[in-house]
C-alpha cells in the first residue's frame, strides 16, 4: 500500500492542474497587462511582464518615460513581482498538467527574451488612442503581453477574454506582435546633449 502523504511529499502537485492566467493592473481608465503562472496549489510561481527601463541606470521605471528601453520580464518561484498594487485576474487562458503549462511557459519567457534583446524603445501611449485610433506608434507593456501571449499560442486565448470583458480598448498597445518580422518598430527620436548652456 503506498502511503499518499509520502508521494505527495516527493512529488508535490502531481496531477494537479497547472494555469496560465491573463492578469491586469489598472492604470486609472487603462491598464498593463501581464501573465502569471500558476501552480497545483493555486500560488503564482511566475510572471511575465513587459516594463519600461532607464536607458542611464537600466533600472526599471513604474512611469515609463518615451524613449525608454522597452524589456520583457520573467520572473521566477520565490522572486516575487516586479509591480506593486492592485492585480485583477481577467481570465485562464490555459490549463493543463505541470509538464504541458511549464512547456508553454517556457516559450513566454524565450519570447520576453528575445524582446530585451531587439532593444526596442518605449512608447507608452498615444493621445490619437483616446479617440479611437489604434495609437500610432504606442509600444509598450501591453505590447510584451500580446507577443508573449502569440509565441506561447495563447493570443486567440487572451482575445477572446478580452473581447468577453468588453476589455479589448483597456490596453493600449495590444495587437502588436514584436517580434514578427514586418513589424514597424517606434523608434524614439535622439536626445542631443546642450550644448550651449551657460
Not at 5 to 10: S, T
Not at 54 to 77: C, E, F, I, Q
Not at 93 to 114: D, H, T
Amino acid at each position: 500500500m503506498t502511503d499518499r502523504r509520502a508521494a505527495e511529499i516527493l512529488y508535490p502537485n502531481q496531477g494537479k492542474v497547472w494555469r496560465i492566467e491573463l492578469k491586469s493592473h489598472p492604470i486609472l481608465h487603462r491598464g498593463h497587462a501581464f501573465l502569471a503562472l500558476v501552480d497545483g496549489n493555486d500560488r503564482i510561481v511566475g510572471e511575465l511582464h513587459g516594463l519600461s527601463h532607464s536607458k542611464h541606470t537600466g533600472k526599471p521605471m513604474m512611469a515609463g518615460m518615451d524613449g525608454a528601453d522597452l524589456r520583457g520580464v520573467a520572473t521566477g518561484p520565490g522572486e516575487g513581482s516586479p509591480i506593486v498594487g492592485n492585480k485583477v485576474l481577467l481570465g485562464e487562458l490555459r490549463a493543463g498538467s505541470k509538464e504541458e503549462i511549464e512547456r508553454i511557459w517556457a516559450k513566454g519567457i524565450a519570447a520576453a527574451s528575445a524582446i530585451t534583446e531587439s532593444k526596442f524603445d518605449y512608447k507608452a501611449h498615444d493621445p490619437s488612442y483616446e479617440l479611437g485610433t489604434d495609437g500610432g506608434q504606442i509600444q509598450n507593456s501591453n505590447s510584451v503581453a500580446y507577443t508573449v501571449t502569440k509565441a506561447m499560442g495563447l493570443a486567440a486565448d487572451a482575445d477572446r477574454v478580452l473581447q468577453g470583458q468588453n476589455e479589448g480598448r483597456r490596453f493600449s498597445g495590444w495587437n502588436r506582435d514584436l517580434l514578427d518580422p514586418k513589424y514597424k518598430r517606434y523608434v524614439a527620436p535622439p536626445v542631443f546633449p546642450v550644448q550651449d548652456a551657460p
